[in-house]
């Protein structure tokens, strides 16, 4: 496992630099937007305005992702779920973000912190990660880099919300592992905009 994550170490060290430049640029001219989503999620619904959930990182370190909070307050009060994409406990709000993608820029932080990139394998919750690693081969080696926004299986595979959906979502995120380059990141980020005009899968 290690020959496959050392074969490109250089250019995940390379664009590390960019990610924090391209993050403070997205952070400053955002800012207004933000801070008017800031205020629709508090006057819309109780609650926090950022929600924090665990999730499983690069070498399976645990961190907090961050997100605008997109459903109703303690909506995961008798335990972890799969998100659904019709969810009734998402708010009309929520709804909006979500499509839009708009309740991921809080994870701007993570990028700036270091934990996650903005393309490479969706981080997981580690009650489903304990869980897929026993059931799906080889799973944990999506682990060897950083998470990402986006990635080659969230543009190429359908909302997964399965132990079957995340065996076949693996294929594409090992394929990523393997195949990583500014190449195939630049056409990662164009089909994840692309979604942001065109009806998502």
């Known amino acids: 496992m290690?020959?496959?994550?050392?074969?490109?170490?250089?250019y995940d060290n390379l664009k590390r630099g960019f990610e924090i430049f391209i993050s403070l640029v997205i952070f400053i001219v955002l800012l207004p937007l933000t801070i008017l989503i800031v205020l629709l999620v508090k006057i819309t619904s109780s609650g926090p305005v950022i929600y924090r959930q665990i999730r499983v990182g690069e070498l399976g370190k645990q961190f907090y992702l961050y997100k605008f909070r997109t459903m109703i307050k303690d909506a995961e009060s008798d335990g972890p779920k799969w998100a659904q994409k019709s969810d009734e406990?998402?708010?009309?709000?929520?709804?909006?973000?979500?499509?839009?993608?708009?309740?991921?820029?809080?994870?701007?932080?993570?990028?700036?912190?270091?934990?996650?990139?903005?393309?490479?394998?969706?981080?997981?919750?580690?009650?489903?990660?304990?869980?897929?690693?026993?059931?799906?081969?080889?799973?944990?080696?999506?682990?060897?880099?950083?998470?990402?926004?986006?990635?080659?299986?969230?543009?190429n595979y359908r909302y997964g919300a399965s132990v079957?959906?995340?065996?076949?979502?693996?294929?594409?995120?090992?394929?990523?592992?393997?195949?990583?380059?500014?190449?195939?990141?630049?056409?990662?980020?164009?089909?994840?905009?692309?979604?942001?005009?065109?009806?998502?899968?």
Do not use: C
């Not at 290690?2 to 250089?10: A, C, P, T």
């Not at 996650?116 to 081969?137: C, M, N, Q, T, Y």
């Not at 959906?165 to 500014?182: A, C, Q, V």
């Open 2 to 10: 290690e020959n496959l994550s050392g074969r490109v170490k250089f």
């Open 89 to 155: 406990r998402v708010t009309f709000l929520g709804k909006i973000l979500r499509y839009s993608h708009l309740d991921e820029l809080p994870q701007l932080i993570n990028i700036l912190k270091g934990e996650v990139s903005f393309v490479g394998p969706r981080p997981e919750r580690p009650e489903f990660v304990a869980d897929l690693e026993k059931k799906i081969p080889y799973y944990q080696i999506r682990h060897l880099v950083k998470p990402g926004i986006t990635g080659w299986a969230q543009v």
């Open 164 to 201: 079957a959906d995340s065996n076949e979502k693996l294929k594409y995120d090992l394929f990523y592992l393997k195949n990583r380059s500014l190449f195939l990141d630049i056409i990662i980020m164009l089909r994840t905009l692309k979604f942001f005009f065109v009806n998502q899968k």
